[in-house]
């Protein structure tokens, strides 16, 4: 639980009593690669936090297998649009790797939100660094090339080239498997 918590004084400093009431709440999974933890077309009820492993955010188009979102150790595992709104997203999350996560469910975080400021400004600050990562995946997609792409995935997630299958690289980078061995091969 530790790296929760330094994860989360990254954005905001929680009061001993908040940090308390948070660990109380919070769940320890360990769970096996392929395990899904979020299928698609249902409502997330949770956020996780990656201790270790590796989650991968997937959905089906044309019956392809499309990935969304890769998340690594550190960081957090949800469906946003599903756990804001509480409806059902068409997006699924599966474990990639043997994983060790903190899971934390919506009424509980709900619930600490309206005891705890500080809590509160947690959840408001990881809501707006989400939003912010997504709309610069948006721009990523449809203003930079796609060995600009390749570039920023090397620079800031370079672990994942031994950890994706490149097939799951690929569509995380919007570009087919044919066009990642091109650029692979140039580099």
Same mark, same amino acid.
């Given at each position: 639980?530790?790296?929760? +918590? ?7 400093? &929680?009061s ?15 769970l096996?690669? /392929? *395990?899904?933890l ?7 009820? +949770? ?16 019956g ?9 150790e *550190?960081?957090?595992?949800s469906?946003i649009?599903?756990?804001? =709104? ?5 997006? /699924? ?11 934390? *469910? ?7 939100c ?15 660094? /989400? ?10 997609? *449809?203003?930079? =090339?796609? &060995?600009?792409?390749y ?18 690289i690929?569509?995380?980078? /919007?570009?087919?498997?044919? =066009? ?8």
């Amino acid at each position: 639980m530790d790296n929760f +918590f330094s994860t989360v004084s990254q954005y905001t400093l &929680l009061s001993a009593q908040s940090r308390q009431a948070l660990a109380a709440h919070l769940k320890k999974l360990v769970l096996p690669k /392929g *395990h899904i933890l979020v299928k698609p077309d249902t409502t997330c009820n +949770f956020t996780y936090f990656i201790d270790s492993g590796l989650t991968r955010t997937y959905y089906l188009k044309d019956g392809k297998d499309v990935t969304d979102w890769i998340s690594d150790e *550190h960081s957090f595992a949800s469906s946003i649009i599903s756990f804001i =709104t509480r409806t059902p997203d068409r997006r /699924g999350i599966e474990l990639l790797e043997d994983s060790v996560l903190y899971s934390l *469910h919506y009424n509980d975080l709900d619930n600490l939100c309206s005891k705890y400021h500080d809590i509160e400004n947690l959840y408001r600050k990881l809501v707006s660094f /989400g939003l912010v990562q997504l709309q610069q995946k948006f721009d990523d997609l *449809h203003f930079a =090339t796609a &060995l600009e792409r390749y570039q920023v995935l090397m620079k800031t997630n370079p672990s994942f080239i031994q950890r994706v299958p490149l097939g799951m690289i690929a569509s995380y980078l /919007g570009i087919t498997q044919e =066009t990642l061995s091109r650029i692979r091969s140039q580099i």
